[in-house]
């Protein structure tokens, strides 16, 4: 079994459209986490949930907006695609405030059009 | 802001030899931990290797080791025997407890480590 997974991997849109892409982690893990790796492979964090409360929100247009309906999912809905948004997304999970590193889905690759 | 720099963007190696990625980070802090990720074709990012600054011994996961140098802000990785399957990007990633109790990582830019048969 996967032990986080993210659906769907791939995602192609049309400006203006709104998105979601569901994460869900079966190991137990407190903490989880949406990342988005831009065209450079540049990794950055977006937002964090612990334990359902919201621990981390950097700079991100509030378009999106995650959404984490028990401590084994989180969600990520994007308002009014643009094309800058276009990416690959990662959800992760971790224990403990990720001291002992993250688990990583497997990336939704999201292009806007 | 913590940075972490990895400077060399694309690597080579012939497989069953040795070679090593560099990573180097800034910070202030004295308590952080460091990790190495690798992310093959399939896009899975991996987590390789961690390490706790605060321990002085060098972190060893198999064929995958670093060097640790606290007082050089030097984290590189070491691949023993290259196989195949170690082609990949790689990135050094660092993290710290900041205000509110958040870990919040930084990674670096990444390297293309490419392993020839």
């Known amino acids: 079994d996967t032990a986080v997974s993210q659906t769907p991997k791939y995602l192609v849109t049309q400006m203006g459209n709104d998105k979601s892409i569901k994460c869900e982690q079966n190991l137990g893990h407190d903490t989880m986490y949406w990342y988005k790796q831009d065209s450079k492979k540049f990794l950055k964090i977006m937002f964090s949930y612990n334990n359902k409360e919201l621990i981390i929100n950097e700079t991100v247009p509030n378009r999106f907006s995650p959404k984490s309906p028990d401590k084994a999912h989180l969600n990520l809905h994007i308002n009014s695609l643009e094309l800058g948004d276009s990416a690959v997304y990662f959800c992760a999970s971790s224990q403990d405030r990720a001291k002992d590193g993250y688990t990583f889905g497997s990336g939704t690759r999201l292009t806007v059009v | 802001a913590q940075t972490v720099t990895q400077s060399q963007p694309e690597m080579s190696v012939q497989e069953a030899e040795t070679v090593t990625l560099s990573c180097t980070y800034d910070?202030?802090?004295?308590?952080?931990?460091l990790f190495w990720y690798k992310q093959p074709p399939s896009r899975q990012m991996i987590l390789v290797i961690r390490?706790?600054?605060?321990?002085?011994q060098n972190a060893t996961e198999n064929r995958f080791s670093v060097n640790f140098q606290k007082a050089a802000k030097s984290f590189s990785l070491k691949i023993s025997d290259s196989q195949l399957g170690d082609t990949a990007m790689y990135f050094c990633a660092f993290m710290m407890r900041g205000a509110g109790g958040s870990y919040i990582p930084t990674f670096g830019r990444g390297t293309s480590l490419i392993v020839h048969p």
């Open positions: 390490q706790e600054a605060y321990k002085q």
């Open positions: 910070t202030s802090e004295n308590n952080y931990y």
